[in-house]
C-alpha cells in the first residue's frame, strides 16, 4: 500500500495549490479519502474528507470556501485544491484512506508520508 503526495511548496499569502494523492495497492474506489495537516508544534488535524463515492464532502471550517477536495478514480488519486492561502495554513499535508467516513485521524487506515506547503511573503 503506499499513498504518494505531491504539489508542495513555498507560495505568498493569497495565492494557490494543487496537491495531489496518488493510491496503489489497494481498492481506492472502495475507500473514503481525505487531508490533514500538522503544522509545527500542533497537533495533526483533519482538513477535508470525500466518501468513496465523491457525493459526499466536509471541510474544517478554517478552509471553507477556500479548499476544495476531489478524487479520480480512473487514476487512483485524491486532490486538494487550495486557493487564497494564509500563512496559518503553513503545515505538512497528508493524504490517508478509510473504509468508512469520519474526521478522527485514528481511524484510518492508511496514510502518505507528507507535502510541505509553507505559506510566506
Known amino acids: 500500500v503506499q499513498l504518494q503526495a505531491s504539489g508542495g511548496g513555498t507560495v505568498q499569502p493569497g495565492g494557490s495549490l494543487r496537491l495531489s494523492c496518488a493510491a496503489s495497492g489497494f481498492a481506492f474506489n472502495s475507500y473514503g479519502m481525505a487531508w490533514f495537516r500538522q503544522a509545527p508544534g500542533k497537533e495533526r488535524e483533519h482538513v477535508a474528507r470525500?466518501?468513496?463515492?465523491?457525493?459526499?464532502?466536509d471541510y474544517a471550517d478554517s478552509v471553507k470556501g477556500r479548499f476544495t477536495i476531489s478524487r479520480d478514480d480512473a487514476k487512483d488519486t485524491v486532490y486538494l485544491d487550495m486557493s487564497n492561502l494564509r500563512p496559518e495554513d503553513t503545515a505538512v499535508y497528508y493524504c490517508?484512506?478509510?473504509?468508512?467516513?469520519?474526521?478522527?485521524?485514528?481511524?484510518?487506515?492508511?496514510w502518505g508520508k507528507g507535502t510541505l506547503v509553507t505559506v510566506s511573503s
Open positions: 470525500i466518501t468513496m463515492s465523491g457525493g459526499s464532502r
Open positions: 490517508a484512506a478509510i473504509r468508512g467516513y469520519q474526521s478522527n485521524p485514528r481511524a484510518y487506515d492508511y
